[in-house]
């Protein structure tokens, strides 16, 4: 490998945006959680979803803090490392950021405030509407951010303007920059994602308390709200699949190609379900299911696909590599179908939470990290496969390099990137393990003692 500017500066923003990418689908997962939790309190006035919701507020803010201070480097990497991307895309990419800005972020902190700290402060219903809105908000900073990265994906509604010799691209139609043809089914597949792995951090804490015995009523009832959203967000994926495969085989056919290993165009084409392939040989070996690939993006098992043969060999992507983390992700979906119907199935039938079945609960703990990893796989599936475009057909990624900075620059700041970030890490990591093991019970005690100090404040105040 070449350790060039635009090698360690696709390795400094990969690795920014990924650690980044861990927390904003907690944050989105647990937002429609906490929004369903408080309704069941306020609809049924039980004492245990108030301590739910109460409890899981404390392990969204702690998350919500470390995914907006590890997004904030990406912004400056687009000046600092990407300054001609940023040139020849800031009319369009600037302004779903700036619209994530406005109406998502400070329509989510806003509120904040509310969620965490205004519960004996406002009444049920105002403190309902601040958990809705910072959810929603959560909700909308994810589409504005698809929204950009979409149209990288599936340009549209832009002309190419010169100005003093520099090439650039400029909105002609925002609404429609705005609705690309992939932005919906992406940004579809992106919220499931995100409830998926947030559901999965309430079951992991929850089969967590269950083996420990601990808080058993919160667990069990924390445990059984969030597998029916997961099992309906698993269940949802395929679908949205299907629909993204087919924009992706008009829009995009080369990462198509890439993900299923085809390097013929051909009819009745095959879908993997694992296997190896070899761009030098352009030979793919594994198990495969003729004819449904063809049958995903057609509708028609005789129908054609593009082959990798179709395009010039440099605009291929890393095609192994592509290949695999597709698969993989695929393959995390389908656990997750299976996992959670099976799950659900022992729920109904009331034996989920017997002794007979507590090896599912516990292989629940250590689940979290599947989601977070299928979630990676994917963004990682769809910023490869469109390699080595920086904006599909209209500029490469090496020259979207900026001009004035030098390898040995950017390898110090990626350095001090990873060291800072394994600290953020681990303090994030602290934080949790310490909430998790304090308990539920701990909110209220620790509210009870504000209280009492409150009490002998007012006491002592001259009357």
């Known amino acids: ?10 390795i400094q923003f990969a690795f920014t945006i990924m650690f980044h990418y861990i927390f904003p689908p907690f944050s989105i997962g647990l937002g429609l ?14 004492k245990i979803y108030e301590k739910i919701t109460r409890f899981w507020i404390k392990i969204f803010a702690a998350n919500f803090s470390v995914g907006v201070a590890s997004g904030i480097v990406m912004e400056f990497e687009f000046g600092t490392n990407w300054s001609t991307y940023s040139r020849f895309v800031g009319d369009i990419f600037g302004s779903p950021l700036a619209a994530e800005g406005i109406f998502a972020f400070f329509l989510e902190s806003g509120f904040l405030a509310i969620l965490l700290f205004g519960w004996n402060r406002v009444k049920p219903g105002m403190h309902l509407f601040a958990t809705i809105m910072v959810a929603l908000g959560s909700i909308l ?6 929204v950009a990265n979409s149209w990288q994906q599936t340009p549209v509604a832009y002309e190419i303007v010169v100005d003093y010799g520099i090439r650039r691209a400029v909105i002609t139609d925002f609404w429609e920059m705005v609705f690309n043809p992939s932005a919906m089914v992406r940004f579809t597949h992106v919220i499931l994602g995100a409830w998926i792995q947030g559901a999965f951090l309430v079951l992991s804490v929850s089969a967590y308390y269950l083996i420990k015995k601990k808080h058993v009523d919160f667990a069990k009832k924390s445990f059984a709200i969030a597998l029916g959203l997961a099992a ?4 949802a994926q395929p679908f949205v699949g299907h629909e993204h495969a087919k924009i992706v085989n008009e829009w995009q056919p080369a990462k198509l190609a890439a993900f299923e290993g085809l390097y013929e165009t051909q009819t009745n084409a095959p879908l993997y379900l694992f296997g190896w392939t070899d761009p030098e040989t352009r030979e793919t070996s594994g198990i495969a299911i003729p004819g449904m690939l063809s049958f995903l993006v057609h509708g028609d098992f005789e129908g054609e696909v593009k082959g990798l043969e179709e395009f010039p060999e440099e605009d291929w992507p890393a095609v192994n590599g592509v290949f695999q983390s597709y698969h993989l992700m695929v393959a995390l979906g389908m656990l997750f179908i299976a996992a959670t119907l099976l799950s659900l199935f022992l729920l109904w039938k009331k034996k989920l939470f017997t002794p007979s079945w507590s090896w599912l609960i516990k292989l629940y703990i250590p689940a979290v990290a599947l989601p977070v990893m299928a979630n990676q796989l994917g963004w990682v599936s769809a910023e490869r496969g469109r390699q080595p475009w920086i904006v599909q057909g209209l500029l490469r990624t090496s020259e979207g390099v900026s001009k004035s900075i030098s390898a040995p620059e950017v390898m110090i700041s990626l350095i001090l990137f990873v060291l800072v970030y394994i600290l953020l890490f681990f303090v994030w990591l602290y934080v949790l393990d310490r909430e998790i093991k304090h308990g539920p019970d701990h909110v209220a005690t620790v509210e009870a003692g504000y209280k009492k100090k409150s009490e002998r404040m007012d006491a002592l105040k001259p009357h």
């Open 33 to 46: 959680l906490l929004v369903i939790y408080e309704s069941l309190y306020i609809i049924t006035k039980k």
């Open 232 to 235: 309906v967000a698993s269940l």
């Open 1 to 10: 490998m070449t350790w060039d500017v635009e090698t360690l500066s696709r």
């Open 141 to 146: 900073s994810g589409f504005w951010i698809v």
